[in-house]
């Protein structure tokens, strides 16, 4: 009888180099894993930092948003000041003629209005000109002879674009069909 179980002398080198294949291949297989369990966790940490940069951009954007919102007009206003102050002489002046008052308005509001333009502001007055709905409001109809009907006569209101942009209409008298 010969036992079935127990390798011959032929089959065992055979099996020797197939256990130490496989043990390579078990070593290389945990070599593999752990090279990508290495990999992965480099992965995980620049995926963390990169999060944590972008979070950290959004709080920058966010506090500059804020700032840029509270000092939006800090250059306007400085511009203003000039104004203001040309304003408070001429409320401190006492007993000074009705034609030098009237000439520091006429300075102070040719400076409002160099200021404002700078800023983008532009004037609407419409004169002389067909009623544009998108940048007039009627409010009344008047006999104007020789002007033609729907055409600005008077402005009672002057109105304002700021950057292409309307801010207020002008409010206008238009003449009316005969």
Known sequence: MHNSDSPSPTEMPENSAQN???GQDLDALKARIAELEANNKELRDTVLREKAELENQRRRLHRDL???RRFANEKLLNDLLPVYDGLE???AVEGGDVNT????MNLTLKELLRIAGNNGLVQVDPVDQPLDPERHHAVSMVEAPGKAPGT???????????NDRLLRPALVAVAKDD
């Open 20 to 22: 130490a294949s496989s």
């Open 66 to 68: 804020e700032q840029a």
């Open 89 to 91: 002489r001429g409320l």
């Open 101 to 104: 008052v009237r000439e520091g």
């Open 152 to 162: 600005v006569v008077t402005v009672l209101q002057k109105g304002y674009v700021l």
